[in-house]
């Protein structure tokens, strides 16, 4: 399956309804793991086709860029991977999905799938990849 292919998935419903509620959002954790272990390619096309889906919603119910550039503040400001820093983010994502609507439950439920496993090993490879995210949603028009 190519990247249209699998951008399409995400705009028909295989990655949330095409109704822009969200629901039935579900991270690809074995994408995730290919990144994680240093898949630079599947990162781009993750993280694009994630850009895509988090902007595929009502005004009030997209996730924005500044909701998603916190997160990733929190994340550069770790120089070296601490397990206790990154679980502090679970309540930070927590909060902002109870906030607001829409898309930040999927980017929530995308970052608990990663955060499972990240370790020390992969830590540069979790960093770039919100930054990827983060890239991609701006890049596609994300505010």
């Known amino acids: 399956m190519n990247f249209n292919q699998r951008s399409q998935n995400y705009r028909s419903g295989a990655g949330g309804r095409s109704d822009g509620s969200g629901a039935g959002f579900k991270p690809d954790e074995q994408r995730i793991e290919k990144i ?27 996730l924005s860029t500044s909701q998603i550039r916190t997160i990733l503040g929190e994340i550069q400001r770790m120089k070296k991977f601490e397990a206790n820093q990154l679980q502090l983010l679970r309540p930070k994502l927590a909060y902002a999905a109870g906030r607001h609507r829409g898309r930040v439950k999927d980017f929530r439920d995308l970052l608990e799938a990663a955060i499972k496993k990240t370790n020390e090993k992969n830590f540069a490879m979790f960093k770039n990849f919100v930054e990827a995210i983060v890239a991609y949603h701006k890049y596609h028009g994300g505010k």
Do not use: I, P, T
């Open 36 to 62: 994680l272990n240093g898949d630079a390619v599947e990162m781009n096309k993750y993280a694009e086709e994630l850009a895509h889906h988090f902007l595929q919603a009502k005004d009030q119910e997209r």
